[in-house]
């Protein structure tokens, strides 16, 4: 007869392998276009491939992996339309957490953004934590709006960004003016201004996302037509 909790903990490491590489993914750890191979995994783990090839199947449906011939599985990278198109949804969702947040937000809240951008000017000089307390500022601003169909939302949106690749916050003067602009939008929404709330959100997500153009531009011109880095050490 099988012993109490049999058949549940292969279950419940195959979460925690999928909620492990999940999270390196959405911190940039694992970068578009990175291999994730079984056996690497399997010897990480210390597991069979059998969980392993599972919780990589999870993230392949989720949209985060693909599968490449002769390169096998791959995080996944977003094509230049799809890209454009997440800017949209990124600016009607972060405009209207902005104009809710206005509306709704407590004292509290507003003074924890505020205490988010006092710690951020202090850490400009290093854009990958810059990026994570950006991605944290942001959910604040969400949860202040106090919907949690928007927070949903965002939620599937998060997944999607961790596939743009190197943050917008390493562009020369960019991590400077983004926090400018959370100033604006924090301003906005205790003054409960939920228009000009929604207007600084939109043209916070309109600005991020001209430089990820110009960031895009320079990754194809560094590019051979066949995707090999040219050398640019001249």
Same mark, same amino acid.
């Given at each position: ?5 049999? *058949?549940?903990? *292969?279950?419940?490491?195959? !979460? ?16 578009? *276009? ?13 597991? &069979? ?6 919780? %990589?199947?999870?993230?392949?449906? $989720? ?7 002769? $390169? ?8 230049? &339309?799809? @890209? ?14 902005? +104009? %809710? ?21 202090? @850490? ?14 942001? !959910? ?9 169909? =928007? ?8 997944? &999607? ?7 917008? =916050?390493?562009?020369?003067?960019? &991590?400077? +003016? ?15 201004? *939920? ?40």
């Amino acid at each position: 007869m099988p012993k109490s909790g049999d *058949g549940f903990e *292969g279950k419940d490491m195959k !979460i925690d392998i999928f909620e492990t590489l999940q999270n390196e993914i959405l911190e940039g750890q694992l970068q578009p *276009g990175d291999r994730v191979k079984e056996a690497e995994l399997a010897n990480r783990f210390g597991l &069979s491939r059998t969980p392993i090839r599972e919780a %990589l199947r999870r993230l392949e449906t $989720r949209g985060l992996l693909v599968h490449e011939p002769y $390169r096998g599985m791959v995080v996944a990278q977003l094509e230049a &339309s799809a @890209i454009g198109e997440l800017y949209v949804m990124r600016e009607i969702l972060d405009s209207s957490a902005a +104009r %809710l947040a206005a509306q709704h937000a407590t004292d509290a809240e507003i003074a924890a953004m505020e205490a988010q951008i006092a710690r951020d000017r202090k @850490i400009l000089d290093d854009p990958l934590k810059l990026a994570a307390s950006n991605r944290a500022f942001h !959910i604040a601003i969400y949860r202040a709006a106090h919907n949690r169909f =928007l927070v949903k939302a965002s939620d599937t949106l998060t997944e &999607s960004l961790a596939l743009l690749g190197p943050t917008t =916050l390493s562009a020369k003067g960019r &991590s400077e +003016r983004s926090i400018k602009e959370h100033e604006d939008i924090v301003a906005a929404i205790k003054q409960r201004d *939920g228009d000009r709330a929604s207007a600084a959100a939109r043209d916070h997500i309109r600005a991020a996302f001209q430089v990820r153009l110009l960031q895009l531009d320079q990754t194809i011109i560094e590019t051979d037509p066949v995707g090999n880095a040219l050398d640019n050490t001249d």
